[in-house]
């Protein structure tokens, strides 16, 4: 039988079972590929040269692992051990390498084969939606920029302007005796008032690039703009010691601390929230706690960015993130930054074992710190 367009005939349907899996391998979109027992790609469709260059004969043996990206190699090695491990994988991310030396981000599907030992693989290529993502986060990170520094510059400006003839105004009457003179006074402390929340609201805004060492400072001014601008206390804990930080992690972390805070004011109905930013066991781990009604299943239905926003930002440094509910009532958000993941997720050993035996495949570990 032979499908038809037009009067070409362009697909002939397989006759038997085998010969339609070869066509649903070899026709998938998708990377798809079977990896034996110690990690070598068995077979390839051809998305691999279609998307990455490689041939065929380029792929026949290579190890998959040294296919991916250096900083993913043990993470890579680590998916496809578990995948032998509890059958399935899903969602593990990872960049691969294309013969000129292209990346693409791709999510893989891995699961053991139920007929022999050794697993198969189906990844999507994500590197257009993951670009896009970045630049959504960094044109919004650049627009709170420009907010910020429009109310530093404008708003702020002529509040203060305004303060400064406020203060005249309430000397002056002051000088008279003028029962308005305390009126005057007053609202000259409002007004100082204000000048110093939009100050505070404009550096919240503007800390486009915050360092290591500007971080801590960048977070007790959130956790003050937040305690004056909303009936909630909001306070920092921070350890001096933050070592192996940098620009860029401390301004996704920042970021991060941003969202969760700003999450709080919107849905927890809190009273208290705990900014925490510590250095534990070689890593960094930043939480922030609330004490209001918790998430339950709402963060499920949510069409917001605000979470997957940090997940992404926790994705971009190599860092974890957790959303539970705190104990006793409450939520806890914790992204946790290993100082040495650069480092730690340098490529496996190379040699691997073979396999024990015939059912339990062995994929080469990464080493363990
Ligand atoms: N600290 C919290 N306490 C209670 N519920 C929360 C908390 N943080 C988030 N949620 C719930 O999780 C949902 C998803 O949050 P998310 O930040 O992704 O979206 P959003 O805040 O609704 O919208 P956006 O962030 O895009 O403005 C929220 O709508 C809310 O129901
Ligand atoms: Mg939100």
Redesign the pocket.
């Known amino acids: 039988m032979s499908g038809q367009c037009g009067s070409n005939p362009v697909w002939t349907a397989p006759t038997s079972d085998d010969a339609r899996f070869e066509s649903l391998f070899e026709l998938s979109s998708d990377l798809t590929c079977l990896i034996d027992v110690s990690g070598q790609l068995e077979r390839v469709n051809m998305s691999w040269e279609a998307r990455l260059g490689w041939t065929k004969a380029d792929l026949s043996r290579r190890r998959f692992v040294d296919l991916a990206h250096p900083d993913d190699r043990a993470a890579t090695a680590a998916a496809l051990c578990d995948a032998a491990a509890v059958a399935e994988t899903r969602g593990f991310e990872n960049r691969l390498r294309g013969k000129d030396g292209t990346e693409l981000r791709m999510i893989w599907s891995l699961a053991a084969s139920p007929l022999r030992p050794g697993i198969g693989a189906i990844g999507r290529d994500v590197t257009g939606e993951r670009r896009l993502q970045r630049e959504l986060i960094e044109a919004a990170d650049r627009e709170k920029g420009r907010i910020g520094r429009e109310l530093h510059d404008g708003l702020c400006q002529s509040l203060a302007g305004i303060c400064t003839l406020s203060a005249t105004l309430a000397r002056k009457l002051a000088g008279r005796d003028d029962p308005a003179a305390a009126a005057a006074a007053e609202l000259t402390a409002l007004l100082k008032q204000s000048v110093g929340d939009a100050r505070n609201l404009a550096r919240g805004l503007d800390w486009a690039g915050v360092t290591p060492s500007s971080l801590p400072l960048a977070l007790e001014t959130l956790a003050a703009n937040i305690g004056a601008l909303h009936p909630v206390s909001c306070i920092l804990l921070h350890d001096r010691h933050l070592p192996g930080l940098d620009a860029q992690v401390a301004t996704h972390l920042y970021r991060i601390a941003q969202?969760?805070v700003?999450?709080?004011i919107?849905?927890?109905?809190?009273t208290r929230i705990i900014i925490r930013l510590r250095y534990r066991k070689g890593r960094i781990l930043l939480s922030?706690v609330?004490n209001?009604?918790?998430?339950?299943e709402?963060?499920l239905?949510?069409?917001?960015?605000?979470?997957?926003?940090?997940e992404y930002r926790a994705r971009l440094i190599g860092a974890a993130l957790m959303?539970e509910p705190a104990s006793p009532r409450?939520?806890r958000?914790e992204c946790a930054w290993a100082v040495d993941a650069r480092t730690r997720n340098a490529a496996p050993a190379a040699t691997l074992s073979p396999p024990p035996s015939a059912t339990r495949p062995v994929y080469p570990r990464p080493a363990q710190t």
Not at 292 to 296: A, D, E, L, Q, S
Not at 301 to 310: N, Q, V
């Open positions: 969202e969760a700003s999450n709080v919107a849905h927890a109905k809190a922030v609330d209001g009604i918790g998430m339950g709402r963060r239905e949510a069409a917001g960015i605000g979470l997957r926003s940090m959303v409450g939520t958000v």
